[in-house]
C-alpha cells in the first residue's frame, strides 16, 4: 500500500508569511509524529498525535507553530510569521499504534526555505 | 535537543568492507533503534533492539547495546555501494510516549 506522504514537496516562503504542510499517514495508523530536520543534523522532535488527540507538543519551538489532525487522519503543521530559523526539512511519521516498539513510517518531508 | 553523538561522523570504506558506527546517549532509554537516510528513499528504520537485549542481527546488520555504558554500535557486513546514506541512532526514551530522540548521525560513503 501507499506510504507516508507529504506536500507539498518544497516550499519557498518570504519571511513573515504564514505556511500550512500537510502529511497523510499510512491508512489505520494510529499514532502521527512530526519532526523538524535542519541541514546537518538528525530529526528532531515537534509533537504527537494518537489519533486526534495531541498528547505531545513540547517540541515545537513556539507559539508561531501549531499542529493539528482533526479526524484522526491527515494532519496539518502550520506555521505563521515564518523566520529564516525556521528553514528546514520537516517530516511526518506515522506508527500502526502508539506503543514505543512500533516501527514508525517516515514520508519524504517538506523542506521548508524562508528568505 | 538531541539526544548524543554518533561517532565518526564520516566514514569513507571501500565496497566489501565492514562498517562500524557507534552511537552514544544520555538518559534512560526503552529501545535503541537505527535509522537509514538517502536522497532517493528517505528515512528508513533498520532495527530496533530493546533495553534488556545485547545483541541484533537482521541480515547484514549487526546491532549490539550496552545500556551500563550508554552506547550502541552498529555494523554493517559486506558493505555495497548502494549502503552509501546517513545513519542516525534514535531513542525511546523511558517514561517519554514513543517519540524519537535523534542523534547528529554518520555519513558513510562505500565507494564500489
Known amino acids: 500500500g501507499a506510504g507516508v506522504s507529504q506536500s507539498p514537496r518544497y516550499k519557498v516562503a518570504k519571511r513573515g508569511q504564514d505556511v500550512a504542510l500537510r502529511c497523510d499517514p499510512i491508512?489505520?495508523?494510529?499514532?502521527l509524529f512530526w519532526y523538524q530536520q535542519a541541514l546537518g543534523q538528525g530529526p528532531e522532535f515537534l509533537t504527537y498525535?494518537?489519533?486526534?488527540?495531541?498528547?505531545?507538543k513540547s517540541g515545537l519551538p513556539s507559539d508561531r507553530f501549531f499542529a493539528e489532525r482533526p479526524e484522526g487522519s491527515v494532519s496539518t503543521l502550520k506555521i505563521q510569521r515564518t523566520q529564516q530559523e525556521d528553514s528546514a526539512v520537516y517530516l511526518c511519521?506515522?506508527?500502526?499504534?502508539?506503543?514505543?516498539?512500533?516501527?514508525?513510517?517516515f514520508g519524504p518531508g517538506t523542506r521548508l526555505t524562508v528568505l | 535537543s538531541q539526544q548524543g553523538e554518533e561517532d565518526p561522523q564520516a566514514l569513507s570504506i571501500q565496497e566489501g568492507e565492514n562498517a562500524t558506527m557507534n552511537c552514544s546517549y544520555k538518559t534512560s532509554i526503552n529501545n535503541l533503534q537505527w535509522y537509514r537516510q538517502n536522497s532517493g528513499r528517505g528515512l528508513v528504520h533498520l532495527i530496533l533492539i530493546r533495553s534488556n537485549e545485547r545483541e541484533k542481527h537482521s541480515g547484514r546488520l549487526r546491532v549490539t547495546l550496552d545500556t551500563s555504558k550508554k552506547s550502541s554500535s552498529l555494523l554493517i557486513t559486506a558493505s555495497r555501494a548502494a549502503d552509501t546514506a546517513s545513519y542516525f541512532c534514535a531513542t525511546v526514551n523511558t517514561g517519554a510516549n514513543s517519540k524519537l530522540t535523534f542523534g547528529k548521525g554518520i555519513t558513510l560513503s562505500v565507494r564500489p
Open positions: 511519521a506515522s506508527s500502526f499504534q502508539g506503543g514505543v516498539y512500533n516501527e514508525q513510517f
Open positions: 491508512s489505520g495508523h494510529v499514532s
Open positions: 498525535f494518537q489519533n486526534e488527540a495531541q498528547l505531545d
